[in-house]
């Protein structure tokens, strides 16, 4: 059975669901923006449309507080030929969707990742992919301890490597892994994995970071022409 809106614009990019409330869905999608349904998807609607950019990247709600939503701006999974948009920042709403603020971050370029922490809504982190053509220093992971009012970058690994995606411990706020992945693309070159690829990981909030060595494997890869992607035994990590 389809349910959902089919006319959105683009690919759906995120869905959330309020733990205590089956009835709600919030669908984030590439270049359409925001649906939401308090039905199970019987019926739609659009909570986004006033934003500055309406490609989506993530959707984080808060566990202490369903109605407190991040969303990142910009869709940050660039494959082969495909058309992403590059976003501006990130949102908040304190509402349940109805009404949105700007929280910055508008030269980040593509949001792959937001996570909140499970007690504390103002803890929040930001993986930012960077923009999709050109080599940049607004990467990495961003963190801010008052509800996105103001942003500290703590980690960056290069120019051409940015974060895709965020995993924290839901016991433990303090321990977070960050997925890093080096993407270049040009007009008529992609490079899809790099040296600067890796996973990190922080025991005190993103503070500091190390990375991940034990075990993983890491493959050199020659750039690919446009249009050409990875097998997929080396594709490159995809935002959940």
Known sequence: ????????????????????????????????????TENQGADWTPIFDDALSLAIGDIALAPSDENILYVGTGEPN??????????????????????????????????????VDPTDPDRVWVAAMGDLFGQNQNRGVY??????????????????????????HPQNPDVLYA??????????NNVYVGADSALYRSTDGGRTCT?????????????????????????????S
Request: proline residues 7%; glycine residues 14%; negative net charge.
């Open 1 to 36: 059975e389809v349910a959902g809106a089919t006319n959105i614009g683009g690919r759906v990019t995120d869905l959330e669901m309020p733990p205590s409330d089956l009835q709600t869905i919030y669908v984030g999608t590439a270049s359409g923006g925001i649906f939401k």
């Open 78 to 115: 660039g494959g082969g030929g495909s058309i992403t948009y590059d976003g501006l920042g990130v949102y908040k709403s304190t509402d349940a969707g109805a009404t949105w603020k700007a929280l910055g971050l508008e030269t980040v370029g593509s949001i792959g990742k937001i996570v």
């Open 143 to 168: 963190y801010s301890e008052n509800g996105g009012q103001s942003w500290e970058r703590v980690l960056f690994v290069s120019e051409k490597s940015g974060a895709i995606d965020l995993a924290i």
């Open 179 to 188: 997925a890093l992945w080096e993407r270049t693309r040009t007009p008529d």
């Open 211 to 239: 990375e991940l060595t034990n075990a993983l494997p890491f493959l050199s890869v020659p750039q690919l022409p446009l249009g050409l992607a990875l097998p997929p035994s080396h594709a490159p990590p995809l935002s």
